[in-house]
């Protein structure tokens, strides 16, 4: 794969799960090779591998952790349930700092079965915050909230939007609790604007994330972001919003799609590359 020329890609990173294709030495020998600065990854990969070992493999190739996916689910409503989580949250923490990485990226959970109360699984995801957002600090990784799309409150994220993501992360110092702002999630909200800059004005952007939107939906669902510029997303203005928000940091691909997955890997990161330069600067 032929490196895009320039200064273009200063800021591009590549989620591990948008070329789940490639093992981890693959990811980061692409994106080496590439001229891609940053990948973010994910627990189980990181876990098989080693937490220690994957962080000298990136960090032998030049390049930075700009995440790691995921924290959270933190909604069950029993006693256990909670300190499972509690303790599974801890172990992200550890493996986050292990990577070098300042950003744990947190989907915070859905409703417990049976449930239909929104209010008091949002109010769980505080609870667990107060124990973990002082742990995590003392280890240099900030915890960061990433809102999903109002489909997925049921089952995986109770949390919808930025500013319920905002009303949350604000119960705490901004160093120690952040949000996402991920394009695929919060393209449709006519208020994201005025919290992007909400957020930026607290120093509340831990991370920014792109997919595109494509209809028809997939069946499922989860597994139907689409590349970038396919959809309906209009990613520059996003890439403008936290830019003028005061957010500096790396810019996130993360599409999660079968179709891509079954592509050759390093062809498909030539396309991103591309993609990000026409559709995001």
Known sequence: MTPVKGGGLARLSLNQETIRQWSLPELVEGCAH????????????????????????????????????????????????????LDDN????????????????????G??????????????IADALVELAPYAAERGVRLAIEPLHPMY?????????????????????????????????????DTVAAQIERAGRGGRIAAFQLADWVTPLPEGVLLGRGQLGDGCVDLRWFRERVDAAGYGGPVEVEIFSPG??????AELLAEIAERYVTHVL
């Open 34 to 85: 590439a001229g891609v600065p940053g990948v973010g990854l994910w627990r189980a990969p990181v876990q098989q591998y080693g937490p220690g070992r994957a962080a000298r493999l990136v960090r032998d190739a030049g390049l930075a952790v700009t995440s790691l996916c995921r924290g959270g689910f933190f909604t069950a409503a029993d006693p256990a349930g909670r300190a499972a989580a």
């Open 90 to 109: 801890r172990a992200a923490v550890d493996e986050a700092a292990v990577l070098g990485t300042e950003t744990l990226v947190l989907v915070s959970g």
């Open 153 to 189: 409150a049921a089952d995986r994220c109770v949390v919808s939007t930025l500013a319920q993501a905002l009303d949350l992360a604000e119960r705490f110092p901004a160093g120690q609790v952040g949000v996402v702002v991920d394009t695929y999630h919060l393209w449709w909200d």
């Open 260 to 265: 891509l997955w079954a592509r050759d890997g």
């Open 111 to 124: 409703l417990p079965e049976g449930s239909r109360d929104l209010a008091g699984a949002r109010e769980r």
